[in-house]
């Protein structure tokens, strides 16, 4: 009986509001987030490309150029852009925003349960190209990072995965344009220039005697 009181469990499906409109035009309040995208829609050109505009029941999803970072309003239910919102809406550990707390005080009163990033305040230091080049003449009053890497055994092996992310160093080799010069031993060049000296000598008695029988 009490289940089917209208009046302890009112039916509110059937009742809407005025400004419900309003806030399904301007903020897409209402509408199913697993929506499918709208085939129409051009994020280039979204005046003209879908003709339902914002009645649309498809999503209209606006460009992805600075998606990269989780919505914290969204992580609570609060934000009220939607489909427009220039931050990512899902829940993605590896795209969570920075703590604040920990980054202004160096430690978190949630620990790891904590729900957003704990980056360490000395990797925003940027490295030391110097360092990097081989040598820092300013040593350990270097105001930038002297990072020590070792030699990564995948990029060695071939291939890494991780690219010019990985923590580790990947060496470069410059092929130089290397030409082989092969010395000839010292007995065949002392072989070579006697034979040499031995044609100069033959060819010389020739041209005596051709010179010779002219003159007779």
Known sequence: MLSSNPIIHPNYQNHRFKFETFL????????????PICPLYNPHNPQTSCPLGSNCPNKHVSQMYSNKVVCKHWLRGLCKKGDHCEFLHEYNLRKMPECLFYSKNGFCTQGSECLYQHIDPQSKIPECMNYNAGFCAEGPNCKNRHVRRTV??????????????????????????????????????TQKEAHDESNDNGYGQIEATSSNAIAV
Do not use: Q, S, W
């Open 24 to 35: 399904r035009n301007e903020y897409n309040f209402g509408l199913n987030p697993d929506r």
């Open 152 to 189: 990564c055994p995948y990029y060695m092996a071939g291939f890494c995965p991780k690219g010019p992310e990985c923590e580790h160093t990947h060496p470069k080799f410059d092929h130089h344009n290397l030409y082989l010069r092969i010395k000839p031993d010292p007995i065949r060049v």
